[in-house]
């Protein structure tokens, strides 16, 4: 870290998140998701929670932090596990929380399987991130139609969901539910609106 690095924290929810420029600033109104994976954690089967695209880790953790369940946060970026580390200790949850770095479909191992499944994967068009210069690239292209990353979450979501359980992927639009519809195949049990995006449960278990 350098002397441009500056370590930012914001309340979400109960937590309180730290960040910096590398990661993206989390967005208060995404809280909304780590109670609706929460809810259905409550009636879900036994089993850890896994958070695909994590960031800094605020929506797995704000999702477990009145539960029981360990959680494992997967992020391409080292710098934004460094974070989700940091916060899950903040939020004494270390020991409950594992956190890897690298490519989804690679760190999580062939037999795991998850009770609910969180994804927040970058959802902007590709031609449009200029529209946000104040976000790390990476954290926000998704590429040309915004479903690069989300399609990998649905497919490792799939491979290791237990029967009964539950996966919410957060998207910027629902046309782009529509697509994923209709295209990958993934079946849509609800949409919820909010203020910047949206988020979808799917069945895929």
Do not use: K
């Not at 596990?81 to 594992?98: K, M, Y």
């Not at 990476?138 to 990998?152: F, K, P, Y």
């Amino acid at each position: 870290m350098t002397e441009t690095d500056t370590v930012e924290t914001t309340d979400f929810g109960l937590l309180r998140i730290s960040f910096d420029h590398r990661v993206l600033r989390p967005r208060p109104w995404t809280a909304a998701q780590s109670a609706w994976a929460a809810e259905l954690a409550a009636t879900g089967p036994a089993g850890p929670m896994l958070e695909l695209c994590a960031g800094a880790g605020q929506i797995g953790l704000l999702a477990v932090l009145d539960t029981a369940r360990s959680l494992v946060c997967v992020d391409v970026d080292p710098v934004a596990c460094g974070f989700a580390r940091r916060n899950a200790e903040a939020a004494g949850l270390a020991d409950r929380v594992e956190v890897r770095v690298g490519r989804m479909e690679e760190v999580v191992r062939d037999e795991e399987r998850f009770a609910v499944v969180v994804a927040d994967p970058p959802w902007v068009r590709r031609a449009e991130v200029g529209r946000y210069p104040e976000d790390p690239l990476r954290a926000i292209d998704g590429g040309d139609d915004g479903l690069d990353l989300a399609r990998t979450c649905v497919a490792v979501a799939r491979r290791h969901l237990l029967p009964g359980g539950s996966a919410l992927l957060q998207l910027g639009t629902v046309e782009q539910v529509g697509l994923l519809e209709s295209v990958d195949a993934a079946e849509v049990v609800e949409v919820r609106r909010y203020d910047r995006g949206v988020v979808v449960r799917l069945d895929l278990a």
